[in-house]
């Protein structure tokens, strides 16, 4: 089993930038693909990026491709979500979650554990 914690969130201007982190107990962070979802008020959770055990291969949502950026250190238990150019669309709850299967999965039913969120607000 393993926990994982968000950290980072908070609120900027449009076409600012934030970094989330998600932080993981245990040691065998590296055996899970992870991925990052969001949720804005009143919508469903949707998948925003998603890396594999190595890092090696990400996929992302379109909305977001280009903007944002999905990295994990094995060595420190922490996956993270770059965001670039952000618009108030971009607006949510953000949430980062760990899948036991390699798959680098884009949905919600991929992923086994999950953290509280973060809330991230977007100004216009």
């Known amino acids: 089993q393993v926990q994982l914690v968000e950290s980072g969130g908070g609120l900027v201007q449009a076409g600012g930038s934030l970094r989330l982190s998600c932080a993981a107990s245990g040691r065998t962070f590296s055996s899970y693909s992870m991925g990052w979802f969001r949720q804005a008020q009143g919508k469903e959770r949707e998948f925003v990026a998603a890396i594999s055990r190595s890092g090696i291969n990400t996929n992302y949502a379109d909305s977001v491709k280009g903007r944002f950026t999905i990295s994990r250190s094995n060595a420190k238990n922490t996956v993270y979500l770059q965001m670039n150019s952000l618009k108030p669309e971009d607006t949510a709850v953000y949430y980062c979650?760990?899948?036991?299967?390699?798959?680098?999965?884009?949905?919600?039913?991929?992923?086994?554990?999950w953290g509280q969120g973060t809330q991230v607000t977007v100004s216009s």
């Open positions: 979650a760990a899948a036991v299967t390699p798959l680098v999965g884009s949905t919600t039913a991929n992923y086994n554990y």
